[in-house]
């Protein structure tokens, strides 16, 4: 089964909100990664946060990490239309083999103007 | 610029006509990969490459092959199609595999939309 689980499936916020995404995984890793998704698109990655890191920022996203409870969370502050996209958490396991990136399932943002 | 491009970006074709869609990146990278993703199942991996020549199955090989005669190339073949492999496919890249030495992320294609009747 897929490693990550993401919650809200979906998410609907006005603009000018901040939008709170969460990712819950099973094994312990190296380190989760956040990507978006627009609609039909490839993936852009937005940040990687490692295993011994709790918090990082990069612009408006705020990525935590509690490797006691396997979980993450992605915070996109100030929202704007064009934040609207599926956002996929991704787990590189301690054991990995093939070297892939275990997806979750993904969190359809939209954001109203 | 660097780049993950896929070709096709879409393609409609029938039951058992060999296709191959191609993967090529700019960035001097090792590790290559393939994915496909479906709705409920997210993004599963078919194959990936370590290297030149080197290549092995990821979760989802069955009904695939692929290449590596390049570092730049990692083409995903469809020998026989068939309507289960309807389904939109990403190639990706890293510097080299996760899981060694620093984290890296992966770089991924556009996307390539398969519809096979």
């Known amino acids: 089964s897929q490693q990550g689980e993401e919650d809200p499936q979906a998410l609907s916020i006005q603009e000018g909100e901040n939008a709170t995404m969460n990712c819950s995984y099973k094994t312990s890793i190296n380190n989760l990664q956040w990507y978006r998704q627009n609609s039909g698109r490839g993936l852009v990655h937005l940040i990687l946060i490692r295993s011994n890191e709790r918090e990082k920022h990069s612009g408006r996203l705020r990525v935590t990490l509690d490797t006691s409870k396997k979980s993450s969370s992605l915070l996109i502050t100030a929202s704007r239309a064009a934040d609207t996209a599926s956002y996929f958490c991704?787990?590189?396991?301690?054991?990995?083999?093939?070297?892939?990136?275990?997806f979750g399932q993904g969190t359809e943002l939209s954001v109203k103007p | 610029e660097a780049q993950v491009t896929q070709n096709p970006r879409y393609l409609i074709t029938v039951t058992g006509k060999k296709l191959t869609v191609t993967c090529s990146q700019n960035m001097n990278h090792e590790y290559m990969s393939w994915y496909r993703q479906d709705p409920g199942l997210g993004l599963r991996q078919i194959y990936y490459s370590m290297n030149v020549e080197v290549t092995d199955k990821g979760d989802v090989p069955e009904g695939y092959k692929v290449s590596r005669k390049e570092k730049r190339n990692f083409p995903l073949i469809l020998e026989s199609p068939s309507p289960n492999q309807t389904s939109l496919y990403f190639c990706a890249s890293s510097l080299s595999p996760l899981g060694e030495g620093d984290p890296l992320e992966q770089y991924f294609g556009p996307g390539t939309r398969l519809t096979v009747t």
């Open positions: 991704a787990t590189d396991p301690i054991y990995n083999q093939g070297g892939k990136l275990i």
